[in-house]
């Protein structure tokens, strides 16, 4: 499966795992997932672990899309951590379509260190994740990347 946001983000398959802008306001996305058994380290079984690095897509994402930036290259984020995550349920079921749902605090804007909440739910709007993420997103992508 292709994903539309490929361009938004630094990700190559088979890591890229967020597929679709739903749709987004200044600080918060709404972003389709289809649930694949072939998402690498998961060996056929999808535990809902994975809906951290969901929910870290999703913000880089949706701060790429409010920094406006007129490159077409995608820039670096780094997830430092997550506090507070829940697993409603152990897996995922591949082929599953869910939401992945994020709001990034208004007050980190412009900041290096970006906080996000989110939630994960399937189509029908059952809640399976929720978590509040640490986010690095430096200025100069260069001091990141090996010459």
């Known amino acids: 499966m292709s994903s539309q946001l490929s361009g938004l983000l630094p990700h190559a398959a088979p890591m890229l795992l967020?597929?679709?802008l739903?749709?987004?306001t200044e600080h918060s996305a709404v972003i389709g997932v289809a649930i694949r058994d072939?998402?690498?380290f998961t060996q056929g079984?999808?535990?809902t672990w994975l809906g951290m690095e969901l929910m870290a897509q999703s913000a880089a994402v949706l701060s790429k899309i409010r920094s406006?930036?007129?490159?077409d290259k995608p820039t670096l984020g780094f997830?430092?951590?997550c506090r507070s995550f829940i697993a409603h349920m152990p897996t995922f079921t591949p082929g599953q379509q869910i939401l992945v749902e994020i709001e990034l605090d208004p007050e980190s804007q412009g900041q290096?260190?970006?906080?996000a909440s989110g939630v994960i739910k399937d189509i029908s709007g059952r809640?399976?994740?929720?978590?509040?993420?640490t986010l690095f997103e430096p200025h100069d992508d260069a001091l990141y990347l090996s010459k």
Do not use: F, H, W
Request: with cysteine.
């Open 18 to 20: 967020v597929d679709e």
């Open 22 to 24: 739903i749709s987004s």
């Open 38 to 40: 072939s998402y690498p």
């Open 45 to 47: 079984n999808v535990g």
């Open 68 to 71: 406006q930036q007129k490159s």
């Open 79 to 81: 997830l430092l951590g």
């Open 112 to 115: 290096a260190t970006i906080s």
């Open 127 to 133: 809640l399976l994740c929720e978590g509040v993420l």
